[in-house]
């Protein structure tokens, strides 16, 4: 009996060692088998390193105790003190399969297996697993064989000889020469059936990957000729019966276990088809019947066994309809919507433990994978392999995948995949199921080398892993960009010169010579870029034909390219990021505008994507503000910080600008916008917020560049116009009031002298010439017009507004809004002018009168000689002017008794005379169609041509383009003329009875 002191200090040592119930290790240290080294603390040591000390030491105790007698016990235990490689596989063998120490307690001598350690013993192929399968001569023996042989694959990955990649590869190995085994005694049961046919079997699946588990169902396919001069069918039946009798030998279960399942059931028709096959019947099957996963599983067809030189036809065969596969209709959507399936039929009980099937397990690496390659792999044989990490490799190497990318999906595979061998192995159970209790979880967080706090760490690296692959799973697997690329004929994949030309002339393009030569100089070389780009620009080529001028598109990618080619994120963002490729195909051959503003910003690309940058959707106006006011306080003088300003407008005008486009367009994630009043508000709202934060910043830069923090007088911008309706379009200027107010204290022409200064300052920094385009200040609203102050104090407007106001100055002032400086003094400035706008008793007839006159008057005399007055956007009948000055009378008229005429903005004013029953519903309709339409055109012509317009281009490619911005095709140009014309002739109508009094309201 071991003496209490002696079993403390024991006690304590074998929980320093890792194991778990000391106690039970204490007795089994001293029983008889273990009495001559019990105190060897290399042993003890050796314990302590295996997945689990207690596992090793009750395995290895049952192999001392099934040992024939004492001397073969002593020697054993000799060997596996003074070997320490031998020491190290079969205890960590020991201490991390129970199945395998099941094994080695009924044959106790196969312990032997893993004394060797020759340099072939390191990564054994098939010929050394067939010669360690050679002596078996029935289906027992094969399964012992089979057992013993496994013993040294878990040996070399448990002790960390091979990784996780080639100990796949050796069980696949080996799954082959077991295949080989069985058939040799298939055949040999069964000689008249073998002299009839020729029978390759074809390995699928992981095995056909080689990447096979521990314990998985080898997936195979059949296929058989006759030997010439025997009978097809009879050949066929005598093959069947071989195939069937191998699968039977491979997944019987006996007292010996089994080995694995054979599993058939890739064969066309599955289950439901014959076992076998000829190779004509396969072909005719495929090219006919397949679906779409069938040549995703074809992927991994690989010849193992029987007629070797009948399996290299068969794959040679199939090869070409595998690489033609992703040409197939919705072939992208198809294998994305079989893996959605696969999550939704996992157990709810069990999804979170999937480590195969789950949400970032390790079939989204593997669709990933397979996706990508048979999209990208009819051009670029390099991808066609069957191996899951050397295709993940080449997809990186080849420019398909980030490299960043790549190493994550690379490290978490191997980890997830390491996880499930040692989770396998324990029992050589097939399960994918992260084990639910702490030992075991301890087990294999050991196995793995996580020493510290096995379980808690266990848990963090595979949660990181999988939140790891799931991320990128999402971002490659649902890549637009791959569809499209799916979608082109494979000879357009990667183009040849000749093809090239040949293409760009059906596509469209003006001048192939010069888009030839900027595909030269983007894609020729072997840089990582020019790969990249090879995969991209067949793409582009298709969504630059869909503009009115695809050789602009094509030129202004190369001139983007060039830019920012060296920029890493660059040609990462538009083959990663969601639908950033085809948003800059769309915006670069849209016209004119968004590329002159992305050629000053080009890191403004980065907006394109569907990163945390914020996309396309419109920045606040507080946002912008503070922004801009942030850039002002760092500059430092006045010019630097309008010149910050002017930076965040030039790029918030490129995405609103790319925003339209891409909206009118519409992209594989987000269709064409159907309302083309959104849009409008969009564009307009953008704008004008941008407009007035600008302003702002302006503002603050001259008041700190003149006077540090404080003004001597209190100073507002008041908007007006479109600016104040928020309407404002790309090229408009922007309509102002300026007010002051003297602080206390202050006299008052040192107050005016400094607003007026205030005033001069911000116009000048504003119209210093730039290659942006310009933000022109217009006054001309104020009292007086041209030959009044530019700026006033409150006081002064006030008693102007009593003493000397007209109608047209109560119509201007509809549209006031303050949006930059004193808020408290803007809010007094619109105390002031309401009373002005939303009359008590509304207009009188003089001043009806007198509005009808101004109209009149405008259209005859500002109207551009030669112009088509039916296309006049502005001015035109059915135009803006005609709109906004309707709906303005309405206010004028009726405001002061509805509130919800009190706005500055037209539609919402259109909108609630509606409401007020003051226009009928179809008019109300047609005045806001004809509004939005002429808007829109308006906003495409600065898109198209870069310079604002009212009228359409004359142009006939411009004119194209305008309509591609409005949503008609090619050739349909004049289907927009007259769509413009119809649309203005009925606002006329109803402007005619309700601006020109045909009916009196």
Request: glycine share 8%; proline share 5%; net charge neutral.
């Amino acid at each position: 009996m071991t003496a209490p002191g002696r079993r403390s200090s024991t006690f304590t040592r074998l929980l320093r060692h890792g194991f778990t119930d000391p106690s039970a290790a204490e007795r089994l240290l001293d029983s008889v088998e273990l009495a001559l080294v019990r105190d060897d603390p290399v042993l003890l040591e050796a314990l302590g390193a295996t997945a689990d000390p207690d596992l090793a030491l009750h395995g290895l105790v049952r192999l001392l105790e099934a040992q024939p007698d004492l001397t073969a016990r002593r020697e054993l235990l000799d060997t596996v003190i003074a070997a320490k490689p031998l020491r190290d596989r079969l205890l960590g063998v020991l201490g991390a399969s129970a199945a395998l120490a099941d094994h080695l307690a009924r044959h106790p001598q196969d312990w032997q297996a893993l004394v060797t350690y020759e340099p072939y013993d390191l990564h054994p192929g098939v010929e050394e697993f067939e010669r360690g399968l050679a002596g078996a001569g029935d289906p027992v023996g094969l399964r012992i064989a089979y057992r013993r042989c496994l013993l040294s694959v878990a040996a070399r990955d448990v002790c960390g000889t091979t990784d996780v990649a080639q100990t796949a590869a050796e069980l696949a190995d080996l799954a082959t020469a077991t295949l080989r085994a069985a058939l040799a005694l298939a055949r040999a049961g069964a000689p008249e059936d073998a002299a009839l046919c020729r029978l390759a079997v074809i390995a699928m699946g992981k095995c056909g990957g080689h990447e096979l588990n521990y314990v998985s169902d080898v997936d195979v396919v059949f296929v058989a000729e006759a030997i010439e001069g025997a009978d097809e069918l009879k050949a066929l039946q005598g093959a069947t019966r071989l195939a069937s009798h191998m699968m039977r030998i491979c997944s019987e279960t006996t007292v010996e276990g089994s080995i694995w399942p054979v599993d058939a059931n890739l064969r066309p028709e599955g289950r439901n088809g014959p076992l076998v096959r000829t190779l004509s019947s396969h072909l005719a099957y495929y090219q006919r019947w397949a679906k779409t996963w069938e040549f995703q599983a074809l992927l991994k067809a690989r010849p193992v066994a029987g007629d070797l030189e009948l399996g290299e036809e068969y794959v040679a065969a199939v090869e070409p309809l595998v690489w033609k596969a992703a040409e197939r209709e919705n072939f992208v959507s198809d294998v994305q919507k079989m893996r959605r399936r696969v999550v939704e039929n996992i157990p709810a009980s069990e999804v979170e433990r999937e480590l195969k099937l789950g949400p970032g397990g390790l079939r989204d690496v593997e669709f990933a994978v397979q996706l990508l390659q048979l999209v990208h792999g009819r051009a670029d044989a390099s991808l066609r392999s069957g191996t899951t990490l050397d295709a993940l490799q080449a997809l990186a190497a080849g420019g398909y995948v980030g490299r960043a990318d790549a190493v994550q999906l690379d490290d978490a595979y191997r980890f997830l995949r390491s996880m499930e061998h040692r989770i396998q192995l324990h029992r050589l159970r097939r399960t994918h199921l992260v084990p639910e209790s702490d030992a075991d979880r301890r087990r294999v967080g050991r196995s793995l080398g996580l020493r510290t706090d096995p379980v808690k760490e266990l848990t963090r690296e595979w949660k990181r892993h999988t939140s790891a692959v799931r991320r990128l799973h999402e971002k490659i697997f649902y890549r637009p960009l791959l569809d499209a690329v799916a979608q082109l004929p494979s000879g357009e994949v990667r183009l040849s010169a000749a093809a090239a030309r040949e293409r760009l002339v059906a596509l469209g393009y003006g001048d192939p010579a010069a888009a030839l030569r900027h595909l030269e100089a983007l894609a020729s070389g072997v840089t990582r870029k020019a790969a990249i780009q090879r995969t991209l620009l067949p793409v582009l080529l298709g969504w630059f034909a869909d503009s009115a001028d695809p050789d602009a598109g094509l030129l202004n990618f190369r001139k983007v390219s060039d830019a920012l080619g060296k920029t890493p994120w660059y040609l990462r963002l538009l083959r990663d990021e969601g639908a950033a490729a085809e948003n800059l195909a769309r915006v670069l051959s849209a016209g004119r505008l968004a590329p002159d503003l992305l050629m000053r910003a080009p890191e403004a690309v980065a907006l394109l994507g569907d990163g945390d940058g914020g996309g396309l959707e419109p920045r606040s106006r507080d946002h912008l503000e503070q922004e801009i006011l942030a850039a002002v306080g760092r500059a430092d003088d006045a010019a630097q910080g309008v010149t910050a300003a002017r930076g965040v407008r030039r790029r918030e005008l490129f995405r609103t600008a790319a925003a339209d486009i891409v909206g009118s367009y519409g992209t594989e994630t987000q269709p064409a916008e159907a309302d083309q009043g959104a849009l409008v508000h969009r564009v307009g709202g953008a704008v004008s917020d941008l407009t007035a934060a600008t302003l702002a910043g302006t503002l603050r830069a001259v008041v700190r560049g003149g006077w540090g923090d404080t003004l001597p007088t209190r100073f507002a911008v008041i908007a007006m116009g479109r600016f104040g309706g928020h309407e404002l379009g790309y090229g408009s200027d922007a309509d102002v009031l300026f007010v002051h107010e003297p602080r206390d204290g202050v006299d008052e022409r040192e107050a005016g002298d400094a607003a007026n200064k205030v005033v001069a300052e911000m116009r000048r920094l504003l119209q210093i010439p730039s290659s942006d385009p310009p933000l022109l200040i217009d006054a001309g609203l104020r009292p007086e017009g041209k030959s009044g102050p530019l700026v006033r104090t409150l006081k002064s407007y006030e008693a102007y507004y009593r003493r000397w106001s007209l109608v047209w100055e109560s119509h201007a002032l509809l549209r006031a809004e303050p949006v930059a400086g004193d808020e408290d003094l803007g809010r007094r400035f619109v105390e002031l002018i309401d009373p002005l706008r939303y009359r008590p008793g509304g207009l009188g007839e003089d001043a009806v009168r007198e509005i009808r006159r101004l109209k009149a008057r405008m259209e005859s005399e500002r109207l551009p000689r030669g112009a088509d007055p039916k296309l006049h956007t502005k001015l035109g009948p059915g135009g803006l002017s005609d709109v906004e000055w309707t709906v303005q009378l309405l206010q004028l008229r009726h405001a002061a008794d509805v509130p919800g005429l009190r706005t500055t903005r037209t539609r919402e004013a259109l909108a609630a005379a509606r409401a007020a029953g003051l226009i009928g519903a179809e008019d109300a309709v047609t005045l806001d169609e004809a509004w939005v339409l002429a808007t829109r055109v308006r906003n495409a012509v600065m898109l198209v041509r870069g310079r604002a317009g009212d009228t359409f281009p004359t142009d006939g490619r411009e004119l194209a383009a305008v309509g591609r911005c409005l949503g008609h095709g090619p050739g349909h140009a004049g289907d927009m003329l007259d769509a413009y014309r119809r649309t203005a002739r009925r606002a006329r109508i109803v402007v005619e009875t309700l601006f020109y009094g045909a009916e009196d309201r």
